[in-house]
Structures are given as C-alpha cells and as structure tokens.
C-alpha cells in the first residue's frame, strides 16, 4: 500500500474516532440538560430526595464522561441504604434490581443449551430469587413502621 494511501486511511480512520467521540459528548450534554431540567422539576414537586441525588450523580457522570461514578453510587445506595438500613426506596430499587435479575436469569436459563452452565444458572436464578424474597419480607415489615430502639445502637457493625 503506497504511503499516501496509507496516511489517507489512518486520517479517515482518526477523523472517525473524532466523530464518535464528538457524537458522545454531545449526547451526554443534552442527556445532563435533560437531568437538570427533571431534577429542578422534582424540587418543585416534591421528588424524594434519593431519587433528585440519583439524577444529580448521573448528570455528574454524563457530564465528566465517567459512567462508572454513577454505577457505583446507585449500587452502593441500593445496598447500603436500602437493605443495610432498609429505608423504602432504595430498597425497592434493589428488589427491582433483583426482579430484573432474575428474568435475565431466567431468559438465559431458556437459551443454554449446556447442562454445566444451565446448573450455574439455576443456582444464581435460586440465589437472586432468595435475596428478593427476603428483601420484600423486609419492606413489608419496614413499610411505615418506625425503628425499634432496641435497632439502634452506638455501636459500629
């Protein structure tokens, strides 16, 4: 391949990456402008404040470009919030994260075709089913009964 051909195709293929870069970005500025107009409608209107901080993190992730931040958030506000300290909302989050789950397990279990992965599945579809469970036990107990006092404690975990 002579030489300008060569530099011609890796300036195509340069200006493309730019493209896709560019298109990206532009995506997640108007997916951030999207999230600042929801967040201050739902100051307006009474939005529970894990859902306005939830859109604030991702409006932060849209903007740097770092979905991971928001990935991790969300988890660990599921998890810490909704079933560490079992306040509703994110514990309905982590209920419907587990529901979700366990269709795609379910999906997957129909498509395997190998008995040691289906196995695989089947156990994680019996574990996610368990999880959801005893989470749903815990927000129908939690559903607006206040704390014990004999829960709270000085004590770390």
């Known amino acids: 391949m002579p030489q300008l ?75 810490i919030y909704g079933a560490g300290m079992l306040e509703q909302l994110p514990l309905d989050m982590e209920i419907k994260a587990l529901l979700r789950r366990r269709d795609l397990l379910a999906a997957a279990y129909e498509r395997e075709t190998e008995t040691d992965t289906r196995e695989h599945i089947k156990a994680a579809y019996k574990a996610v089913c368990e999880r959801a469970g005893t989470l749903t036990g815990a927000a129908e107990k939690n559903q607006g009964a206040p704390p014990s006092p004999s829960a709270i404690s000085d004590k770390n975990p």
Do not use: W
């Open 5 to 79: 051909t060569r530099e011609a195709e890796e300036n195509r293929r340069d200006l493309e990456r730019a493209r896709k870069v560019y298109k990206e970005y532009q995506h997640n500025i108007l997916a951030s402008g999207i999230l600042r107009s929801e967040i201050t409608k739902g100051t307006n209107t009474g939005e529970p404040l894990e859902l306005l901080f939830l859109k604030a993190v991702e409006c932060i992730a849209k903007m740097t470009g770092d979905s991971s931040f928001y990935t991790i958030i969300e988890r660990n506000v599921r998890e």
